[in-house]
């Protein structure tokens, strides 16, 4: 199939923008990406019209298919708070592909998304990466991608009610640290039984989980608001010698030169808010803006449901109207995205070998009147008003 007559904006390596120019796609795949017209069309082909076509978005924190639309408490499966610390859960075995919200994903040209666990525990389960498209999870899935790490309000508020750990800041901190070690010293122990053939550590599931983690082999997600929180994220990271993201970093924007030195990597989000909690006081929609200006790389996402995901574009035209570079909130929904997130082996760009996921619009994608004229999922079409 190819796709011809449109303006590319490849969000590739040079940031590349052919203003007419066309794709082809060979087994979900994008086979080339060319400027001009192709030498011939066959009917089953795609005149683009004209119109600017993009990667397929991408939000990069969400909890999508895991509160079920309409349902209310029995269809929320987003936090086991039966005990703080979880990595052994797979957050794929939680979410429901046919939920309502995939189709308002796909229809706003989301694409891929990130789906964690919720924030009250201090380790709550693998994170997976997911496309929008399909009915069966694991059809869908690009991989697992991270792990779910809380520190703050949200744990410290859970346990308590419960009067149990933990109850401050210390505690979720030394409780993370104590299971990471675990997990180092499961590792080392395994490692010492392969090079002297001797008997193996017992199973622990806490400490296979957190394997690819303490291996750097996927990202440590830390949800983080405010600035302590934020440095508590880092200083176990650093510890450690994780691969690590913070997501939210309300707080980020007072410590922009902090996070740049460390080259740390921010989800931000969700933009489309109000000051709900303590933790949340200085939240303000410049931080996407001011953090980018410091030579922070970022991401924005809608954390849906606390946002519907199909606000996602929207999220990225608010930090550009408090003064985020429009190029900058583009990359923040498509190839920073990918980076960050780290699947852009797979998706964030127009190039080729990448999935052939994109989106068209009949003019600028962060206009709140636009919406995607043509959405293309691995080469299959599911929106199509050309």
Not at 177 to 183: D, G, S, V, W, Y
Not at 229 to 236: E, G, K, L
Not at 262 to 267: F, H, R
């Amino acid at each position: 199939m190819i796709i011809y007559n449109a303006e590319i904006h490849t969000m590739n390596d040079t940031r590349e923008v052919i203003e007419n120019g066309w794709i082809e796609i060979e087994d979900k795949k994008i086979k080339a990406v060319c400027s001009g017209n192709p030498i011939e069309v066959q009917n089953t082909d795609i005149n683009a019209g004209g119109k600017v076509l993009y990667p397929g978005f991408i939000d990069t924190h969400t909890h999508i298919g895991l509160f079920a639309s309409g349902v209310g408490k029995e269809g929320e499966d987003v936090n086991e708070i039966s005990d703080p610390i979880t990595p052994q859960l797979r957050v794929l075995d939680a979410i429901n592909p046919l939920d309502h919200a995939f189709e308002e994903a796909r229809n706003a040209g989301i694409t891929t998304c990130l789906v964690a666990p919720g924030s009250a525990n201090l380790i709550a389960g693998s994170i997976a990466a997911i496309k929008t498209c399909g009915r069966r999870v694991d059809k869908m899935l690009i991989g697992t991608v991270g792990m779910k790490f809380s520190l703050g309000e949200n744990p410290k508020m859970t346990y308590l009610g419960k009067n149990a750990a933990p109850m401050t800041r210390m505690a979720s901190a030394s409780m993370i640290r104590a299971e990471l070690k675990k997990a180092c010293d499961y590792r080392d122990a395994i490692q010492e039984a392969i090079v002297n053939g001797t008997k193996a550590p017992a199973y622990d599931a806490k400490s296979e989980a957190l394997q690819p983690v303490v291996k750097r082999e996927v990202k440590a997600h830390f949800h983080c608001h405010r600035a302590d929180d934020i440095f508590t994220a880092m200083r176990i990271a650093n510890e450690f010698n994780l691969d690590y993201v913070l997501v939210h970093c309300t707080e980020g924007h007072l410590i922009a030169d902090e996070l740049a030195a460390e080259n740390a990597k921010c989800i931000i989000g969700p933009m489309i808010n109000d000051r709900s909690k303590p933790e949340l006081a200085s939240l303000t929609p410049e931080n996407a803006a001011l953090l980018a200006k410091a030579g922070v790389e970022i991401a924005v996402c809608t954390d849906h449901n606390e946002i519907p995901i199909e606000y996602l574009p929207l999220s990225a035209a608010i930090a550009v109207k408090h003064g985020l570079d429009r190029e900058k909130a583009i990359e923040a929904i498509t190839s920073a995205a990918a980076h960050i997130s780290g699947v852009s082996h797979k998706v964030g760009a127009l190039k080729k070998g990448l999935d052939a996921d994109l989106v068209i619009f009949d003019g600028d994608p962060l206009d709140l009147m636009n919406s995607p004229v043509l959405v293309m999922c691995e080469g299959e079409t599911v929106v199509n008003k050309l």
